[in-house]
């Protein structure tokens, strides 16, 4: 299946062609945060969301971030069919007006603009962070992440933090994101496997959303213990061993909760990894 690849893979290229063979070594580990000096070439004019360039050939777009790792994902006419994009969109849910209006019956409704297709759940404290989001759907590329450099160098994934899309958590607890509501049946499951030549390396598994599986003690109030995650937290990739793609799964333990959602996402940033190169 042909790929584009963004202009610095060009580069890549010709660096390991030009050092091929020279004795040449470098070990270093790798921080993908997404704070790139060209971010202004990605969100111009304001743009909020980057969806990579379609293909002159084939059907699968491609996002190379410091000469070193590939994002894959497939869109038409600026819109994500599946895979990655890059994002600034954020969301979270107002805080409740507590003040007592003696003028107000009880009777009214907040109106909660929603978010953005493309948001994490919560905001920065200063300028909105740049992060990777995924999109699962029947569209895919074949696979969702490479290491560029797997040609003259090897690549171990330490980890990744995630964070659930805002869309997706307000249709877990409602459009207000209420701690009362809770529209799983079961596990709300991230799964990442490591390839090499073909052949799995590992799998990791994170859990977004899960029934009755906070770590917040039970109380009267809150039996249930429900969890989802709304804010960055750390997804341990160490199991996957050294890779050459890395793919991701989207999946519920509980089949009826597969109508909840049109597509699974979630919301990636600051890939970690160790990479060894040799020339």
């Not at 971030?65 to 069919?81: A, D, M, P, R």
């Not at 999109?135 to 450099?149: G, I, K, L, N, S």
């Not at 039970?218 to 969890?227: F, I, K, Y």
Request: glycine share 8%; proline share 5%.
């Amino acid at each position: 299946m042909t790929k584009k690849v963004l202009a610095c893979a060009s580069l890549l290229c010709v660096l390991t062609s030009c050092l091929k063979d020279t004795g040449t070594e470098a070990n270093y580990t790798l921080v993908d945060n997404g704070n790139y000096s060209n971010a202004s070439d990605f969100f111009e004019n304001g743009a909020t969301v980057f969806i990579f360039p379609e293909p002159e050939e084939g059907d699968e777009s491609a996002f190379v971030s410091q000469n070193t790792i590939v994002y894959f994902s497939k869109s038409s006419s600026g819109t994500l069919f599946g895979g990655f994009a890059l994002s600034r969109q954020e969301w979270t849910a107002p805080e409740p007006d507590d003040s007592d209006d003696p003028e107000s019956d009880g009777s009214e409704t907040e109106t909660v603009t929603a978010p953005e297709p493309y948001s994490v759940y919560g905001k920065s404290s200063g300028t909105p962070n740049t992060f990777f989001y995924f999109r699962q759907t029947q569209t895919m590329p074949e696979h969702d992440m490479a290491f560029a450099a797997s040609n003259v160098g090897t690549c171990t994934p330490a980890g990744v933090m995630v964070c659930n899309s805002a869309p997706t958590v307000r249709k877990i607890r409602g459009e207000n994101v209420s701690e009362d509501v809770f529209n799983l049946n079961g596990d709300y499951i991230l799964t990442a496997t490591g390839y090499l030549n073909g052949q799995k390396t590992g799998s990791a598994t994170f859990l977004l959303a899960g029934k009755g599986k906070s770590k917040v003690p039970a109380t009267e109030e809150n039996p249930q213990r429900d969890s989802i995650v709304t804010s960055w937290s750390p997804f341990d990739l160490s199991k996957l061993g050294q890779i050459d793609y890395i793919d991701f799964d989207l999946s519920f333990s509980n089949s009826e909760d597969e109508r909840l959602l049109d597509y699974t996402d979630v919301c990636l940033d600051n890939f970690t990894a160790s990479i060894h190169l040799k020339f």
